[in-house]
């Protein structure tokens, strides 16, 4: 049997990998064939899902584990690099790489440009949860290797892991001396520096300092000057001391992170009406409005005056104290501080107009946690126990600085000229930036020789607009009070109110606009938590686990707005008896929300102005129950349910406030609030061990999300919602092949039905009409491949073939009703491969190695996702894919 299984998976390797020299086994292996057959399998990596060290094949958790060598060879150089290894894990990264990236786990993220949202995947990194996905994509130094755990895991890992948890462990420092000194040169001028040294200073001390240095040219073309974005220039430095006695170990690491980078560019994916204006006022200063190319030239318009400028600095320091307290009980503390910052400079239009931008954009995140663990067994063997406490106290700080451009006044004058100015006679203005010759509406109804009833209004508005003009120049005191013949109407004079009319109104200055709105959130969260391992017999096995989540968050806010623009809507809101007259006849027009919007945007509105406070805290149980079957030595059974949960928060963005002028209450701190989300999740699975040569883990799983956080475009700006149910199913299936020590084949899949809950209404909302569909950028189905052939060149010297590949089916990356036949979007994805190869030779130790490697082997490009544009209406950027990257790296260990 095990000669078949050896052979069916060696069949099964081959034909999905660069072959091997075909061998016949004879009948008593010679010596050096029996030695070959001594080492480590790859499918005998040692995980700790569960907080205890156990192989991937005897845990029953959907686990994917990721080796060092995998790692190194699929040239993983921070976390969004995961997904090429792992068909259920995806990564995106919009407007900052500091802010902005997301990490999906079976179809389910929390995505934003805004530290008010935690992640739905929490990141541990040497059991150091990091606060935001964004936080942890700094350099990652050698790895020792990656478990990425898929569905709830809010037993043991705790907030925030509601689909999933990312857990890296990096190199230790080792008792005996070694290092490596490793460095790269690649297209796009990539330069890279990377080295470690390790030792000991005494036998139960030893030391570990690691680095890195990188440096690329951007991607992403500017059409309007010979600048590029997305580029890298970022450095890290690390040290380690381990103290390692029989019956205690401590592990302190402390490490510094910067980056100095323009991040991220975003292409023209899909114009609208509103796309010839912007070509037009750019065009009128020399400039490109919009890139209208293909995308894939990764090219786009920016202001000459605006950058996307990202600095990052992140520092910190752990400490994790393991301790023997006796034969069958062990402590564990890790403390941890982190103090993470960015700085930010932004072109929000998006566009090569300057309508507005963001300068000066500082974000903050303070981070202290307190993690203690007590395990133990007892009842010889049967039950395997584990208590333990989290606590986390976290200071959120923001200053967000929104401003209008030189163009603020000029975008808004041409799109009401350009959509009401054929009604008013020509032309029309309201803020006066299309020079003296083009009159506001006030101008029109007021000017005498101009009659009550345009012919194009009154093809528009029919015979009310006659009397609406009479009554407006009645209360401008420009024609008698008879005129005004609408029952109820108001026709006595009003002061000031010709003067109003006939005059631009005030204008916004360059610059103008958040001067600062600060946001502050401070956290504390505090959980207990048990999970414990019931032998029952030999065979079988009842894991048991809860966690009780106490979370408590205070929100300071302080908003300062110097909006020129909002003048005339101040002075509404105080009750001036001009502007209100005004403002009625704009909303019987069906102009007034449409200038409200534009000149006083809700992301820079005074009337938002003031000093904010609230706070919110919340209780939750979560908890585990898995049943556990060993059907043989080989094949491992289960079933469980997890319950998870996501702390609720604060968006920390004023235009999440609502205006009394559209008819809200008011600005509220409570307005910022949004609800924790929860999810009940369902999963079977089977591991299988056939033999250490091939292994075959399927499982399948259903998870029901309630109140699932989702940012979304509302039209006028970004909100949260939380969307009452949210499904997702499916199946996942991961074989690792390895037929002898030189040939290692892993594959994976995933089918992923994430939808929002047909049943559930989302009417009213900005997620109106996507009941029922696939969550945006998610694809169905998933195909990983990572082949690594390492063939024995001669005696010290071993060549290396790697290649993988990840396939995404279809997606669709924005929001709207699809097409009735494609089921598309405007922005959408098909499917396609993303395929990376590394060859070389290196040494049978790997410490020293010469490689070539390639990254995106065909240039694929792809909508890394997109948005709708605010304030541009049918207007969608893309974030581009990475294009290919090549280059080689020589490195020397010892």
């Known amino acids: 049997m095990k000669k078949f299984e050896l052979l069916a998976a060696s069949a099964l390797a081959l034909a999905v990998a660069v072959p091997a020299t075909a061998q016949t086994a004879p009948a008593t292996p010679p010596a050096d064939a029996q030695a070959d057959t001594d080492y480590q399998s790859a499918n005998d990596i040692v995980v700790t899902a569960t907080r205890r060290n156990e192989t991937i094949q005897s845990v029953p958790v959907a686990i994917t584990a990721v080796s060092k060598e995998l790692l190194e060879n699929a040239n993983v150089q921070d976390i969004r690099g995961l997904e090429q290894l792992a068909p259920s894990l995806q990564s995106s990264t919009g407007q900052s790489s500091a802010t902005g990236t997301t990490l999906y786990i079976r179809g389910i993220t929390t995505g934003g440009d805004n530290p008010g949202f935690e992640p739905a995947v929490g990141v541990f990194i040497d059991g150091v949860f990091r606060a935001r996905a964004g936080v942890a994509i700094s350099e990652l130094p050698e790895l020792e290797r990656v478990e990425i755990l898929r569905g709830p895991q809010g037993t043991l890992f ?182 993470w910052r960015a700085l930010r400079n932004q072109d929000i239009d998006f566009s090569g107009i300057d309508r507005a931008y963001r300068e000066g954009y500082r974000t903050r995140l303070k981070d202290f946690t307190q993690e203690l663990r007590l395990q133990g067994s007892a009842l010889d063997g049967k039950l395997d126990w584990l208590v333990g406490g989290f606590y986390l106290n976290e200071s959120n700080q923001l200053r967000d600085t929104v401003r209008f451009g030189n163009d603020g006044n000029r975008y808004v004058d041409s799109i009401f000229n350009a959509l009401a100015g054929p009604s008013f006679g020509g032309s029309v203005q309201f803020f006066g930036s299309l020079g003296a010759s083009v009159p506001t509406p006030g101008a029109v109804f007021l000017n005498p020789a101009v009659p009550n009833a345009l012919p194009a209004l009154q093809a528009v508005y029919g015979a009310t607009l006659a009397p609406l003009v009479g009554c407006f120049r009645a209360q401008a005191g420009t024609a008698p009070s008879s005129l005004c013949v609408i029952p109820g109407f108001p026709s006595a004079p009003i002061p000031g109110l010709a003067a109003l009319a006939a005059s631009p109104l005030p204008a916004v200055a360059a610059g103008q606009g958040n001067n600062n709105d600060n946001f502050n959130v401070k956290t504390n969260a505090i959980a207990l938590f048990t999970h414990n391992i019931i032998n029952v017999t030999d065979n079988l096995s009842l894991t048991l686990g809860a966690r009780w989540n106490h979370e408590k968050k205070d929100l300071t806010a302080s908003i300062n707005n110097n909006t020129g623009s909002c003048g005339f809507f101040d002075q509404l809101r105080a009750g001036n008896a001009a502007a209100t007259a005004y403002a009625n006849v704009l909303r019987q027009l069906g102009l007034f929300n449409n200038l409200f919007l534009l000149a006083c945007n809700p992301a820079v509105n005074t009337e938002f102005n003031g000093n904010y406070t609230h706070d919110r805290s919340e209780n939750k149980i979560t908890g585990t129950v898995k049943v556990a079957y060993k059907f043989s030595p080989d094949i491992l059974g289960y079933a469980s349910y997890d319950r998870g949960y996501k702390s609720g928060g604060y968006n920390l963005d004023q235009a999440t406030f609502d205006s009394v002028l559209l008819g809200g209450n008011g600005p509220q701190g409570s307005d910022l609030a949004f609800r924790n989300e929860s999810v009940d999740a369902f999963e079977i699975g089977v591991k299988s061990k056939f033999s250490r040569a091939f292994t075959l883990n399927v499982a399948g799983f259903y998870q029901k999300f309630k109140d699932l956080q989702s940012l979304v475009f509302s039209g006028t700006n970004f909100v949260v919602q939380n969307v009452p149910l949210t499904i997702s199913k499916g199946v996942e299936a991961e074989a690792t092949i390895q037929p002898v020590r030189e040939l290692i084949v892993r594959l994976g899949y995933s089918y992923i039905d994430a939808k929002y809950d047909p049943s559930r209404s989302l009417a009213g909302t900005p997620l109106q009409g996507q009941e029922g569909r696939q969550i945006q950028n998610q694809p169905k189905h998933t195909v990983s491949l990572a082949s690594t052939w390492t063939p024995r060149l001669s005696g010290d010297v071993n060549g290396l073939l790697h290649i993988d590949m990840r396939y995404n089916s279809e997606v669709n990356i924005s929001s709207g009703t699809p097409n009735a036949l494609t089921g598309r979007t405007p922005l959408f994805n098909q499917g396609y491969p993303l395929i990376g190869a590394r060859i070389g030779v290196q040494s049978a130790d790997r410490s020293k190695s010469l490689e070539f490697f390639v990254e995106n082997l065909t240039n694929q490009y792809y909508h890394v996702t997109g948005f709708a544009v605010p304030e541009q209406t049918g207007n969608i950027a893309a974030y581009p894919s990475m294009p290919r990257f090549y280059g080689v790296t020589a490195r020397f260990g010892f």
């Open 158 to 339: 705790g907030r925030n892991t509601s689909a999933g948890a990312l857990s890296i462990f990096t190199a230790r420092p080792e008792f005996t001396l070694g290092g490596y000194a490793a460095a790269t040169y690649g297209n796009y001028d990539s330069m890279e520096l990377r080295g470690a040294i390790t030792g000991p200073v005494s036998e139960q001390l030893a030391l570990r300092f690691d680095g890195t240095w990188r440096k690329r040219d951007g991607y992403i073309k500017d059409a309007n000057s010979n600048r590029r974005f997305n580029d890298v220039d970022r450095f890290s430095l690390r040290g380690q001391a381990l103290y390692d006695t029989t019956d205690l170990t401590v592990r302190l690491i402390a490490d510094y992170y910067e980056t100095d980078e323009q991040c991220c560019g975003a292409v023209s994916g899909v114009r609208g009406a509103f796309a010839p204006l912007i070509q037009g006022i750019a065009g009128a200063q020399g400039r490109t409005g919009l890139y209208t190319g293909p995308t894939s030239d990764r090219t786009m318009a920016v202001s000459p005056n605006r950058d996307l400028g990202e600095r990052v600095r992140d520092w910190g320091g752990s400490a994790e104290i393991n301790w023997n307290v006796s034969d069958s009980t062990t402590l564990t503390s890790i403390t941890a501080y982190r103090d």
